[in-house]
């Protein structure tokens, strides 16, 4: 991408809004499918592309396009998304200040994903596979290999320029077991920023997910209703982003009163113990960045103290509208969306139980481990395990078949009554939110202990 | 371009592809109530296959710089055997799919629509917080193969959804419906008397019993609970797989015979009708279940080179990705009694509209289980109010066999799934307390 700073930044130069940026960015990516002993689908994958974005009166124009536009073409551009905001703008357009900055920041993952050759990454899903397939009672498996890199431009009216790169590398592991008609299935999703090493040594992962999808098959399924339940750092990382971390997503609520009084800050959702955090700025993660899509530095944002509900994660829109300070968080997926309000790397703080305490004292209950999925409504939120267990007086007992729980996002914090010291950040999978999927999140938790957790059943 | 590429290619390959897909789209987004956003995108697509030794290769470019032929040709080094050869031509279709009316319409237009559909939902509930978009768009599809096939055709697509909550203290109330089609929208009131209805239907709480419950599924429902194990069970890939619980079926009986399905890309003006596939192989209209039998799976040419069966037609290239099987309207026949004769006869049920994340389970294997996002308590023959903290789960495949019920009064949701309303006479209900 050769487009210079002057260019955008003559692009934007008297531009009749309240507020622009353009975004370019460059990007590559490979990928590897296998489905049962044979490659499905080899690829590879590059774009170019840009947006516009424009502010007036509180409306927003947006613009994306492929290509690197000639200078006059950008400029069109520009006042296209202006000419849209002003149609859109009927208030009065309110952004929290933010510092003005420049600067060019590259990031050298080593080794970078994109120059080991495809026959090398082949190699390695190659002895995935045949750990798998050669797994007595496995039907089918499907591995899913990705890895990407990008380039972003960002310059906006306010003169801050912004240069970032990140790469991605992504492995998704399902292994099918199959009788008669009854089939199961077991997963391994697992990420890294760019490091491909990181997920080269999954050997031991791979042949436990080729055994419990078999197990699975003759594993019995629980009777619905509520338990106490007890999940692991992976599945309990899912809860805390569905649970809890969309709700303090202020674009849900910046415009909405009724729903700001019931997240004012103060509030109280869960026991002392419990300290959630949102933080771009941790090294080396998925979900890590210096600067959000909107040029604004990131910081570690805390969301719960101590119980209190003390934050809430913004973009400048949010931030500025409801007289707070915006808090680094404004994410597009690509270019081809507008940013908006996204967490980053989310969990919760260590306490110092272990596991073993957890468990004590249950008569009745599940363990749950590793996640299939998460979602939310915002008032209601669902996950599902990828392995669960019975928990019959204080011990792990049988295997039974994965379960699907569900709670209320304003009361299921407050049931939270255990938190180990085993905090372990979960790198795999993406966050979606509306029609931008996937985003590079991480989350994580120690093991915790939820009473009263609803969960699907016979 | 697209043709130099082609022979750039053809130097090196035995066979190749040139795919090319150019977007424009413009929405109007309207947030709590109010015009937010308006958004224009255009993005060009173009896309190389190439079949090498034996083996296929896919490179892509959206706008990227680089040799797309050398990247397909180094991909096929490591691609799949190649199980077929492209079309040698690909038919002209007079389906239409196309308005030039719909690519017409003005922004100021849109943004009346929006404001319409919000002011009609606002007038009945006041307080209703609505979030809705507005859509148009046109796609122009070219594909050009080595073997001599040529093709390409325009689309014009327009929709609306909307979604509306009703905050009550720390209770969310979630409402909603969307329409789409390749005409412009012309008239919002059958959608704005839909989600008027789920408002009217929610009005009062009501406690939900637990155990197994007769469960209705709205046309909403059906697609929450089934759609992905649908879109699973049929795809040549799962099937060829054996991931199927359906994949050694064919010909057999597999649900009841009440049950009917089939997939249908030749409906006129249907937003995913065409009149080939992403491959060049003319759509059709293909039947998945006769009265309860198993009678066909979806391909496309490499999963029906495998097979030793024909290509469906259905091979679709979602962004980025190689062509791969895959419904584009799926459809499930109807049957003699309506959602309100079905309430009619029940003592106490459960309606359910909308479920929330009911496909994180099993898929594969049927599961769904999911929190009713949007349900209502049925109490002697009459919807008596919305249900909370309520949890459903089945398994798709016990519930579509005898006892199911298959209703009338079938509607599109999310212009991908036509069905009408499905009774299941026992489903496993879960509540809190």
Redesign the interface.
């Known amino acids: 991408m050769t487009a210079s700073r002057e260019l955008l930044e003559h692009a934007l130069k008297g531009v009749e809004a309240d507020y622009s940026e353009i975004r370019l960015e460059?990007?590559?990516?490979s990928n590897?499918r296998y489905?049962?002993q044979?490659?499905?689908?080899?690829?590879?994958?590059?774009?170019?592309?840009g947006n516009v974005r424009a502010l007036v009166k509180g409306?927003?124009?947006?613009?994306?396009?492929?290509?690197?536009p000639q200078p006059h073409e950008l400029r069109e551009k520009v006042d296209?998304a202006v000419r849209?905001?002003r149609?859109?703008g009927?208030?009065e357009s309110r952004l929290a200040p933010t510092p003005t900055v420049v600067e060019s920041l590259r990031e050298k993952p080593k080794p970078n994903p994109l120059t080991i050759p495809?026959?090398e990454k082949?190699a390695l899903l190659d002895q995935y596979k045949e750990i798998i397939m050669s797994t007595p009672g496995i039907?089918?498996s499907v591995i899913a290999y990705g890895d990407g890199w990008k380039r972003t431009v960002f310059a906006s009216s306010q003169g801050s320029y912004v240069e970032q790169a990140r790469s991605d590398v992504g492995l998704q592991v399902l292994a099918?077991a199959?009788d008669g008609?009854?089939?199961?299935?077991a997963s391994l999703s697992v990420g890294s920023r760019g490091d491909f090493l990181q997920i080269a040594h999954l050997h031991p992962q791979v042949r436990e997910i080729s055994r419990r999808a078999v197990e699975l098959l003759s594993a019995p399924r629980v009777k619905?209703?509520?338990y106490t339940v007890v999940l692991d750092p992976v599945l309990a990382g899912v809860f805390v982003h569905e649970a809890f971390g969309h709700l303090s997503e202020s674009d849900f609520l910046y415009?909405?009163p009724?729903?700001q009084e019931?997240m004012v800050l103060g509030k109280r959702f869960g026991e002392r113990i419990l300290n959630i955090v949102d933080d771009a700025t941790l090294p080396g993660l998925r979900g890590s960045y210096k600067y959000d899509d909107e040029g604004v530095p990131t910081r570690k944002n805390y969301l719960i103290r101590e119980g209190i509900l003390v934050g809430r994660l913004h973009s400048r829109e949010t931030a500025g509208k409801m007289g707070e300070s915006p808090s680094g968080n404004a994410r597009s997926a690509s270019y081809?969306f507008?940013p908006i309000v996204r967490m980053s790397n989310t969990f919760i703080e260590p306490d110092t139980a272990n596991l073993d305490d957890l468990l004590e004292g249950i008569e009745e209950g599940i363990y749950a481990r590793n996640w299939?999925?998460?979602?939310?409504?915002?008032?209601?939120?669902?996950?599902?395990a990828g392995e669960a267990f019975m928990i019959r007086n204080g011990k792990i007992a049988e295997p039974i078949?994965?379960?699907?729980l569900?709670g209320?996002v304003?009361a299921t914090l407050g049931l939270i009554d255990g938190i180990a010291r085993d905090l372990d950040m979960n790198q795999g999978g993406g966050c979606g939110k509306g029609d931008q999927y996937p985003l590079p999140v991480s989350n994580g938790s120690p093991h915790i202990r939820i009473r009263?957790c609803?969960?699907?059943?016979? | 371009m697209i043709e130099s590429l082609l022979s750039r290619a053809k130097r090196e390959a035995q066979e190749a592809e040139v795919y090319e897909a150019t977007l424009e789209e413009t929405t109007a987004a309207f947030e709590t109530n109010r015009l937010k956003h308006l958004q224009t995108r255009s993005s060009h697509l173009l896309a190389l296959r190439v079949v090498k030794d034996g083996h296929t290769g896919h490179a892509l470019t959206m706008g990227g710089k680089g040799d797309l032929a050398a990247r397909a040709l180094e991909a096929s080094r490591f691609g799949p055997p190649t199980h077929f050869h492209f079309p040698q031509s690909i038919a002209s279709s007079s389906l239409p799919v196309y308005d030039p009316d719909g690519e017409r319409m003005g922004l100021e237009a849109m943004v009346g629509v929006g404001e319409e559909v919000i002011g009609r939902l606002l007038n009945h509930t006041p307080g209703l917080q609505c979030n809705a978009r507005v859509v148009r768009g046109s796609l122009h599809i070219r594909l050009l193969n080595s073997l001599g096939g040529e093709a390409s055709y325009r689309k014009s697509y327009s929709g609306v959804e909307v979604e509306g909550v009703l905050v009550r203290g720390t209770d969310m109330l979630f409402v909603g419906d969307s329409w789409s089609s390749c005409h412009p929208i012309k008239d919002i009131s059958a959608l704005a008397g839909e989600v008027i209805r789920q408002l009217e239907w929610a009005r009062q709480l009501a406690p939900c019993p637990r155990g197994p419950l007769p469960v209705i599924l709205s046309p909403r429902g059906v697609l929450s609970a089934f759609s992905q194990p649908l879109n699973l069970a049929f795809n040549g890939r799962v099937v060829l797989q054996g991931a199927s619980p359906l994949a050694q079926m064919r010909g057999e009986r597999a649900f009841s015979p009440a049950f009917d399905l089939w997939d249908d890309a030749t409906l006129p003006f249907q937003p995913h009708s065409r009149p080939w596939d992403d491959e060049g192989v003319p759509s059709r209209r293909v039947p998945l279940v006769e009265k309860g039998v198993v009678a066909g799976f979806l391909y496309d040419l490499q999963t029906a080179g495998q097979a030793g069966a024909e290509s469906t037609g259905s091979a679709t290239r979602s962004l980025g990705a190689p062509p791969s099987p895959s419904p584009s309207s799926l459809i499930i026949g109807e049957g003699t009694r309506t959602m309100e004769e079905m309430t009619k006869d029940l003592r106490e049920g459960l309606l359910v509209e909308q479920l929330l994340g009911a496909e994180q389970g099993n898929v594969l294997g049927g599961d769904f289980s999911g929190n009713v996002l949007l349900g209502y308590k049925i109490e002697g023959g009459e919807v008596v109010g919305r249900v909370k903290d309520t949890m459903v789960s089945g398994n798709m495949y016990s519930c579509l066999k005898e006892g199911v019920e298959v209703g009338r009064g079938a509607r599109w949701v999310d212009g991908a799934l036509y069905t009408p309303p499905i009774l299941l006479p026992s489903l496993s209900v879960s509540t809190r307390g």
Request: glycine share 16%.
């Open positions: 460059e990007a590559e990516a590897i489905r049962g044979e490659v499905e689908e080899a690829g590879i994958s590059s774009s170019l592309g409306g927003w124009g947006f613009v994306s396009f492929n290509d690197l296209l849209q905001a149609l859109a009927r208030e495809l026959a082949k039907t089918t099918v199959r008609g009854e089939v199961q299935q619905g209703g509520e415009e909405n009724g729903l019931i081809r507008p299939h999925g998460g979602t939310t409504s915002m008032e209601m939120f669902t996950f599902s078949r994965p379960v699907v569900t209320n304003f009263k609803l969960v699907g059943g016979r």
